[in-house]
Nanobody, 126 residues
């Protein structure tokens, strides 16, 4: 079992920044990839970014490239998502997720993840 708890969401003006954090517990953190997804009102949940087990490799959705940075600290069992130049269309509930069973290198699809956090709301005002 893995427990994931996100924090760091909030209200920010367009152009601003937020840092989301996800704390994991329950399994060896460095043994699985970690991802961030988001779900805007009335829309399907979508992939944002993923970081490999070691933290040495990352992959981003086109909407996140150049603005978001995903990283992890395996000593602290934490994955971060630094979001810069935020836009109103970034407004969503953000979820962190863990790919524990499949062991994919850089999983990008929801079905590849088996543990999810409860989500944290990010609202970007124009």
């Amino acid at each position: 079992q893995v427990q994931l708890v996100e924090s760091g969401g909030g209200l920010v003006q367009a152009g601003g920044s937020l840092r989301l954090s996800c704390a994991a517990s329950g399994r060896t953190f460095s043994s699985y990839a970690m991802g961030w997804f988001r779900q805007a009102p009335g829309k399907r949940r979508e992939f944002v970014a993923v970081v490999s087990r070691s933290g040495g490799n990352t992959y981003y959705a086109d909407s996140a490239k150049g603005r978001f940075t995903i990283s992890r600290d395996n000593a602290k069992n934490t994955v971060l998502l630094l979001m810069n130049s935020l836009k109103p269309e970034d407004t969503a509930v953000y979820y962190c997720a863990a790919d524990v069973r499949r062991g994919s290198w850089l999983p990008q699809y929801q079905y590849e993840y088996d543990y999810w956090g409860q989500g944290t709301q990010v609202t970007v005002s124009s």
